[in-house]
């Protein structure tokens, strides 16, 4: 049996860490939920990640920082950023920023989900 991938999740809101922690864990993808960019950078998830599910607004590192500090590692894991702040207008930037999926919240998680496993099987990897 191979180890489950690990997706990082990052939001300052805990439910939604929680929830889409169980959803994942219930796709059958490891995950680890941090509150910050900054305990997310801190932490040795950074290196084991296969993919970063992340908060345009955090206090402190917002996601496009965050996105530009990832660019920086290689190889960084695939980025995709949520928002419940954002409109239409910024799934462009956030790709532009290196983000491979922009979507708002709340999310729809089938389509989550899809883009995930779309992402990840382009990797070489699936849960």
Known sequence: MTASLLISII??????RSGLSNLLQSAGYATICFESAEEFLNDEALENSDFVILDFKLKGINGFELIRRLEQSRPSPPVMLISGHGDEDMGKPAISAGAVVFMRKPID???LLEHIQRVLAKRGGSP
């Open 109 to 111: 998680v089938d389509l």
């Open 11 to 16: 939001d300052d809101d805990r439910s939604v």
